[in-house]
């Protein structure tokens, strides 16, 4: 499991390599059979192997008549002698039964000789107009002077001529289907980490009012952010969510089970009713010293940051709401160093009620460091003015 973690990266590159190949495997086969469908390979297409009960024709007016036949060649083999190159393209010179000679493409490998009647029973062909330029048609009148059609051609070959067999379809669609796949896992990745830069845009403050809020419990967020696997790196560099974390249905699921167990909240009332009491309440009112204040007034802020993270209110309304709460805490404490060390005493006389231990100690001492990891920051909310003016209207 160490080795796993620790080389991440490698592992999730070959697992997806892995089903990459898997994916293209299973696909092989149906899309051969799609291959040949498309291409028209199959026992009937033109080009392919004549059936039992496939036409003769003997005449062009025979080919004229019919979507699909077989000729008889007089001949008794081919040869390059035996036809014409026209702008790349071998067209083989035939004389059918009539006596009339076609220009064909032609499928070698479909042909079949029969020898207790001497000749060789074509490819299935259909009879197809045939474009030619003027300098085309004047090859043919050179070296084809005895064609009795040159508009058009006999089609024994369909798409043959560029078709692949089976094991060549089969080594190239593995390959390009694995890369296929692997682009189609990456971009389904990339997608992912979009959405989820965008739901964490949805939370991250975007302007110094914002920040100056969210600072009020940054403490608690910093490290709340810090259990979904950052740690301290949270407090050191993770960007200050209203909320503390991304909106995601991870982060949702675990707010909502933290506000029911830690402060039996299970909705948006509830929670605004207890911001009131903490606030402008008996839990403020109540408070013999600042550690008491600094106690009911910061969690007030973090509560109406929660319950935008859960989507119970707007922006708007999570900001007014917490302006309010903001400007009684400016009223009470004269710093935000007053505010915080408030904080901090009060987490301690909470933590440390009844018999906490050194596990209560170590919590203490973490929360102090958060604080301390904050304060360090270039782009600390404890650098901005502690009078700043907090109203909605002035972003």
Known sequence: MDWIKKNGPVVRLLVCLALSIAFALGLARPAWMLYVQM????????????????????????????????????????????????????YRLVTLDSGEQIAMRYNLDADRYDPANDFWSSPIGAWRPWTLTDQERAIL???????????????????????????????????????GALAVLAAIRALRNLCRKKRAEI???????????????????????????????????????IGAVPRTPETVKEMKETLEDSWDIGSYEELLDTVEYMSVGPGFHNCMNQTGRAWELCRSMQLLGCAYLLDWCSREEMIRRSCEVGKIIQRTFQSWDEL?????????????????????????????????AIKGRKDSPYNLPWRMELSPQKK
């Open 39 to 90: 291409k028209d390979l199959d026992p009937g297409g033109v080009g392919s192997e004549a059936q039992a009960d496939t036409p003769v024709a003997h005449s062009i007016k025979e080919m004229e008549a019919l979507d699909h036949f077989a000729v008889h060649a007089v001949q008794r083999g081919w040869d390059d002698s035996e036809g014409v190159h026209l702008s790349g393209v071998y």
């Open 141 to 179: 009148a050179r070296e084809a002077p005895d064609l009795a059609a040159t508009d058009y051609y006999a089609d024994m070959l369909g798409s043959h001529g560029s078709a692949l067999d089976r094991e060549s379809f089969t080594t190239r669609f593995i390959i390009f289907g694995t890369i």
């Open 203 to 241: 939370t991250q403050t975007k302007n110094d009012l914002e920040l100056w809020l969210v600072g009020t419990y940054a403490i608690w967020g910093q490290f709340y952010a810090g259990l979904y696997g950052s740690g301290m790196e949270a407090a050191r560099k993770g960007p200050f969510h």
């Open 340 to 372: 915080c060390q408030s904080f901090l005493d009060g987490f301690a006389a909470w933590k440390l009620s009844g018999s906490a231990g050194e596990a209560g100690m170590a919590a203490v001492q973490q929360r102090a460091d958060v604080y301390w």
